[in-house]
């Protein structure tokens, strides 16, 4: 089996000029459940052979940290995409060589017939968190997200360098992060799943009335249209690899926090709130560089 094989999860396509929808999923090892709802979905595309505009690719992300269960080996792959990295063709480390094996992977795909290009990056959290989207405003990006049924956070990727939809977003698809809930929650690969078959209605006119069934996990996301929320980031919580940092237990994603709440401890001091805002992404795993997040809700 060649790198390639062995890089994609499924690809397909009906004969029609359209898109290129490219997926991926485990960009962090510990967080398979976007790959288990691509596998679902592949196999239902392949067994009942509807008809899409374009072509739909899915790619695991770190397939060597996904096999040990981890993070990452020897540095986070959603750090890595930066312009240096990717002008440096330097692979000395894991990650920059599984990144450059997605990026080969792309550049095979992509040709004269897509019409576009898209992206949708699966990700799940280490705290209870209810689905959303993590969107860099480039392009048609936030145009796009907005056509989606859950919360979405704008700007994670202008303060965090290196993530890959900074970098897809960089080289001209359009599309956003989505993070499906906690790590080990069944409902993250449903919302995964969900997500997978409205990007491919969107951007490939897929019809799920041609399906034997429309899939129950698309109904569950869409149901959250009418409470979505857009959300802005306004303050970030940096670790250092040797900081001790100890997050309060309980914290979920969208929890709203008041001036003068404890919310953490980093080195032994105490970590005050000094907003009336909402937390985002607190940190409840050994690895990572974020303590956590701070929104606000803004209009759309």
Same mark, same amino acid.
Request: charged content about 30%; some cysteine.
């Given at each position: 089996?060649?790198?390639e &094989?062995?890089?994609?999860?499924?690809?397909?396509?009906?004969?029609? +000029?359209? /898109? !290129?929808?490219?997926?991926?999923?485990?960009?962090?090892?510990?967080?398979?459940?976007? %790959?288990?709802?691509?596998?679902? %979905?592949?196999?239902? !595309? +392949? @067994?009942?052979? /509807?008809?899409? =505009?374009?072509?739909?690719?899915?790619v695991?992300?770190?397939?060597?940290a996904?096999?040990?269960?981890v993070?990452? *080996?020897?540095?986070d792959l959603?750090?890595?995409?930066? +312009?240096?990295?990717?002008?440096?063709?330097?692979?000395?480390?894991?990650? @920059?060589?599984?990144?450059?094996?997605?990026?080969?992977i792309?550049?095979?795909?992509?040709?004269?017939?897509?019409?576009?290009?898209?992206?949708? &990056?699966?990700?799940?959290?280490?705290s209870?968190?209810? /689905?959303?989207? =993590?969107?860099?405003?480039?392009?048609d990006?936030?145009?796009?997200?907005?056509?989606?049924?859950?919360? *979405?956070?704008?700007?994670?990727?202008?303060?965090?360098?290196?993530?890959?939809?900074?970098?897809? =977003?960089?080289?001209?698809?359009?599309?956003?992060?989505?993070?499906?809930?906690?790590?080990?929650?069944?409902?993250?690969?449903?919302?995964h799943?969900?997500?997978?078959?409205?990007?491919?209605? +969107?951007?490939?006119?897929l019809?799920?009335?041609? !399906?034997?069934?429309?899939?129950?996990? %698309?109904? @569950?996301?869409?149901?959250?249209?009418?409470?979505?929320?857009?959300?802005?980031?306004?303050?970030?919580?940096?670790l250092?690899?040797?900081?001790?940092?100890?997050?309060?237990?309980?914290?979920?994603?969208?929890?709203?926090?008041?001036?003068?709440?404890?919310?953490?401890?980093?080195?032994?001091? @105490?970590?005050l709130?000094?907003?009336?805002?909402?937390?985002?992404?607190p !940190?409840y795993?050994?690895?990572?560089?974020?303590?956590?997040? %701070?929104?606000?809700?803004?209009?759309?």
């Amino acid at each position: 089996m060649n790198q390639e &094989d062995k890089r994609i999860i499924g690809a397909y396509e009906t004969g029609n +000029e359209g /898109p !290129l929808m490219f997926i991926s999923a485990g960009i962090h090892g510990n967080e398979p459940s976007g %790959v288990t709802a691509l596998k679902k %979905v592949f196999e239902i !595309l +392949e @067994k009942e052979r /509807p008809e899409i =505009s374009g072509k739909a690719i899915g790619v695991y992300g770190n397939r060597t940290a996904l096999e040990k269960g981890v993070r990452y *080996i020897d540095e986070d792959l959603n750090r890595t995409w930066t +312009e240096k990295n990717v002008a440096s063709q330097e692979k000395n480390t894991n990650e @920059k060589r599984e990144m450059f094996e997605i990026i080969e992977i792309l550049k095979t795909h992509s040709d004269s017939r897509n019409t576009k290009r898209y992206f949708l &990056d699966c990700h799940t959290t280490s705290s209870d968190s209810p /689905p959303y989207i =993590s969107v860099q405003e480039v392009g048609d990006n936030d145009a796009w997200a907005h056509r989606f049924p859950v919360n *979405i956070i704008r700007g994670f990727s202008d303060i965090v360098f290196g993530c890959i939809d900074r970098y897809l =977003s960089r080289i001209g698809l359009t599309g956003f992060v989505f993070e499906g809930g906690q790590h080990e929650s069944k409902d993250a690969i449903i919302y995964h799943e969900a997500m997978i078959w409205l990007v491919l209605v +969107e951007a490939c006119g897929l019809d799920l009335k041609k !399906l034997s069934q429309i899939p129950k996990a %698309v109904e @569950k996301l869409s149901v959250q249209k009418e409470n979505q929320k857009t959300f802005e980031i306004i303050y970030r919580q940096t670790l250092d690899d040797d900081d001790q940092f100890e997050m309060q237990p309980g914290y979920e994603n969208f929890q709203s926090i008041e001036k003068g709440e404890f919310l953490a401890t980093q080195n032994g001091e @105490k970590i005050l709130s000094t907003w009336d805002a909402f937390i985002f992404m607190p !940190l409840y795993q050994s690895q990572g560089n974020d303590g956590f997040f %701070v929104v606000e809700e803004v209009n759309k």
